[in-house]
């Protein structure tokens, strides 16, 4: 058998669906690593930049086999640096503040049950996603995939737990994890409102089919929920589009300060 047809016989992930996944990880990471040198105690600073450094490791390697499919120059620098707004695919949770809308218990920019719960409802999400797309028809977004789930099977740990603590804790501690559930809860919607590129993915076999795995991600966060008695809000109401291209007004304010060095000086080398 002729090995470069066999080679390109493999299908390829759409480059929309690899920026989605990237969009999600790069964003995010930008927003844990606001804690550094801000963490409530040393070891939890520590945790969550390495959080961080664990999310942008994996928007690299999605950011480079995204530029490697693209073409026309791209790479990871351009697809993280110089793209705009509307051009990024990341769920809109991702892109929450720390203190988001309005939080009665949040005091000052960094509200810790806030960040604890978004990484508690997003690795709940990427501990099934990555475990799937190991069997991707994409070989590199399977390789990629499972040295993420390594990576977000801690992340999933570190704030499930948090999360117990808070809500089993304080009556203060419980009010702040319960308001920030109420808050991000309904953000979660968009995981299962399928948009085009995850459904070209779930089409060549590259994607996952999101809307099977709902199932078994309302019982992580059910089962995390009644062991920090918390109560889960009613699903309904706005459903966020982050994933198609239209964000919340906070993600500009993230990719100005994220992107303002390498916009400066673009030419710039280390």
């Known amino acids: 058998m002729n090995t470069l047809n066999t080679q390109h016989s493999k299908p390829n992930a759409p480059v929309d669906y690899l920026l989605h996944l990237a969009d999600n990880a790069l964003i995010l990471g930008q927003r844990n ?3 550094c040198g801000h963490g409530p105690i040393l070891e939890e600073d520590i945790a969550l930049s390495n959080n961080s450094l664990d999310l942008i490791g994996q928007a690299r390697m999605l950011y480079q086999h995204a530029a490697s499919l693209q073409g026309a120059g791209a790479t990871e620098d351009t697809l993280a640096y110089f793209r705009d707004v509307p051009d990024f695919k990341n769920y809109t949770l991702c892109e929450l503040p720390h203190t ?4 009665a218990t949040a005091q000052g920019d960094r509200d810790f049950a806030m960040t604890m719960a978004r990484n508690f409802l997003y690795s709940s999400l990427m501990v099934l996603v990555w475990d799937q797309l190991q069997n991707s028809k994409d ?26 603590r808070l809500g089993d804790g304080t009556d203060e501690s419980h009010a702040k994890a319960q308001s920030a559930i109420d808050q ?16 070209a993915a779930l089409a060549n076999g590259t994607g996952v089919d999101l809307a099977a795995l709902q199932k078994d991600w309302n019982q992580i966060v059910q089962d995390a929920l009644q062991e920090a008695t918390l109560q889960r809000p009613a699903d309904g109401g706005f459903v966020p589009t982050g994933k ?6 906070h ?11 390498a916009r400066t000086h673009p030419q710039a080398t280390w």
């Open 184 to 199: 991000l809860l309904p953000y979660t919607q968009e995981f299962w409102a399928s948009s085009p590129h995850e459904a």
């Open 100 to 103: 988001p809308l309005m939080s």
């Open 251 to 261: 993600l500009g304010f993230v990719l100005a300060e994220m992107q303002s060095l």
């Open 139 to 164: 070989t590199q977004l399977a390789a990629i995939a499972a040295k993420s789930l390594k990576e977000v099977r801690y992340h999933l740990r570190h704030s499930r737990d948090w999360l117990v």
């Open 244 to 249: 198609q291209g239209l964000h919340s007004e």
């Open 33 to 35: 690593a606001e804690w």
